[in-house]
């Protein structure tokens, strides 16, 4: 009975899963380079707790840029911990990029990392897969080379313009 059914069981579920999957930039190569990155500046809000409950800190922050009407950059992160040695916690400074003469927003502290050299990794994708992608891009990089990643890493994240078109996600750590 099965095997009657199995190409209208590809037509309905599997290709549209993949579809999805590859609209969302699964497939979307990882761009791993040793280049000079920086500086940035900064205002975020300190985390400290599950990685998966990030995203409600940095909604925080974007509403205080919002309310202080100071444009925000760049969505960027700045892990301190790693979360695989902790059961998923971090340690981070979550926030957006800066304008170097924008007032930083009450309620937001101001950070700073100067122009440094770095191993990045960058993907074309949405927000929930581009991690994933690039952290294991670089890993695999790092690998080649006997090295691990070592924190902190800076993430930053630049929306593609509307919300269901993908973004750049960059992660970088220190060479």
Known sequence: MFKKQWPAFLLAFVLPLLGV?????????????EVEA????YAYLEYDGPLNNMRKTQRR????????RVPAGDTI???????????????AH?????G???PVPNGLK??????????????????LLAPSKA????????????????MPAVELYRPGGEAERIGTFTVEINR
């Open 135 to 150: 952290y294991q891009a670089l890993a695999t990089y790092l690998d080649a080379q006997r090295r691990a990643i070592v």
């Open 94 to 98: 979550v926030g957006y990029l800066l």
């Open 100 to 102: 170097e003469t924008a």
């Open 77 to 91: 992160t700045v892990l301190f911990t790693d979360p695989r040695t902790d059961n998923g916690k971090v340690r």
């Open 21 to 33: 999957f590859w609209w969302w930039g699964g497939f979307a190569t990882v761009d791993v380079s």
């Open 110 to 127: 101001e950070g700073r990392i100067a122009r440094r050299p770095v191993m990045r990794a960058q993907v074309r994708a949405v927000v």
């Open 61 to 68: 922050a974007l509403d205080e840029f919002n309310a202080a």
């Open 38 to 41: 920086g500086p940035y500046r």
